[in-house]
């Protein structure tokens, strides 16, 4: 009988967050199990009766003999479905019993290629590796093809909300892979009529129900939370690199963007340029920046010193430092710089539900939170918007 082996998702994030060791910035690793997947798995697979799933592909960058997995998507991970081997010609072709209706991904090496199927499709692959890192592919035959083909393997979050908000036809395994490149946070309205054409199509998938699970969750924490939309941004007093307390407060009658950054995020120092863009064209119109760095030692970190004051310290002078040199490199010249130097433990992270950074919520001039994680050009549109008012 053919092993069915769970795998976690490696997500790309642009963000840094809580799971991060020491401090590193979060990057789609290199799974060490998928060699241990390619040395266990030896039983030969015997083609599948009823309806099965053709996938006919040519793979360049990619030695003869490695192994081709075909997973289906689960709600928290990945199982495998099948392989075959990569032949010397650099073809392959897979016979894959398709038992749920669902998102598929073909997996070589650590690059993933996702389609949507519900079997006796035939799909055609045409793939190009090096190294790791996938440089080129099409494919063809898998459900709404042609839309998936236009979104991409990486749709851009903005597209595909106002996608997701003004369509009419229901595609539900389409919707259901679009919306999930959303954070569910932001996009609950999205992920909720998602669920409600995922449970008027195919109501009897299993992921319909953990689905839906996922949204009663999100509402319960977004109804729990202090800090929400149109509610007044939770106070924040914490001291700047000088020592000198600063509150949020006292910044009312502005419009101000709150940023939750580290001087090791990388993602946080990208956007650091169109920070300072925005802070120089609207700061003499009543425009300003609260920053908010997570630099520092965790708890987790500080069990290492085993109470060692003088080492714990040393170590987050250290931190305060390099948060003093970000600050001067990317010559961020608005005041309000503040920091616990607590890192992830920091009292604000669970306040402003910080669980990854870096994150931003848009303050009105009364002090209310209008947005959340706004980037780019819809960051600076709203921000007009509310100077405007």
């Known amino acids: 009988m053919r092993p069915f082996l769970l795998f976690v998702l490696a997500l790309f994030t642009f963000s840094c967050n809580q799971s991060n060791n020491d401090n590193q910035i979060t990057q789609t690793p290199v799974d060490s199990s998928i060699n241990e997947v390619e040395n266990e798995v030896t039983e030969v697979i015997e083609v599948p009766e009823g309806p099965a799933l053709t996938i006919n592909g040519t793979v360049s960058g990619m030695a003869a003999g490695k192994k081709i997995f075909l997973d289906r998507k689960t709600n928290d991970a990945t199982e495998v479905v099948d392989y075959v081997t990569l032949k010397e010609n650099g073809q392959f072709n897979m016979i894959a019993q398709v038992e749920i209706e669902g998102i598929y991904r073909l997996r070589l090496g650590i690059a993933s290629i996702y389609f949507l199927a519900k079997g006796d499709e035939t799909i055609d692959v045409t793939a190009s590796l090096e190294g790791y890192n996938l440089l080129d592919y099409s494919i063809n035959g898998g459900l709404f093809q042609s839309e998936m083909n236009e979104f991409g393997q990486s749709p851009n979050a903005k597209i595909v909300s106002t996608y997701l908000k003004k369509y009419t036809i229901a595609k539900p395994l389409l919707h259901l892979y679009l919306v999930e490149k959303l954070d569910i946070m932001n996009h609950i309205d999205l992920y909720k009529k998602v669920r409600d054409e995922l449970t008027a199509e195919i109501p009897d998938n299993p992921y319909v129900r953990k689905f839906n699970s996922r949204i009663i969750s999100a509402e319960n924490t977004l109804k729990n939370q202090p800090v929400a939309i149109g509610k007044k941004a ?66 987790r970190r500080l069990t290492m010193f085993q109470g060692n004051k003088a080492s714990i310290d040393k170590a987050i002078e250290a931190q305060k430092q390099a948060w003093i040199k970000a600050i001067e490199t990317d010559k961020l010249t608005w005041p309000n710089h503040v920091s616990e130097l607590k890192s992830w433990s920091g009292s604000l992270n669970s306040v402003y539900a910080v669980n990854s950074i870096p994150r931003t919520f848009l303050i009105d001039k009364k002090g209310n939170v209008r947005f959340d994680n706004l980037h780019g050009q819809a960051l600076e549109d709203n921000i007009k918007l509310l100077l405007d008012e």
């Open 234 to 299: 939770p106070e924040i007093n914490l001291p700047n690199p000088q020592g000198k307390k600063m509150k949020l407060s006292a910044l009312k009658g502005k419009v101000v963007l709150l940023d939750f950054w580290a001087s090791w995020c990388k993602p946080c120092r990208y956007q650091s340029p169109n920070l300072v863009r925005l802070y120089e064209k609207y700061k003499s119109k009543g425009f300003d920046i609260f920053s908010v760095s997570l630099d520092g030692l965790d708890d």
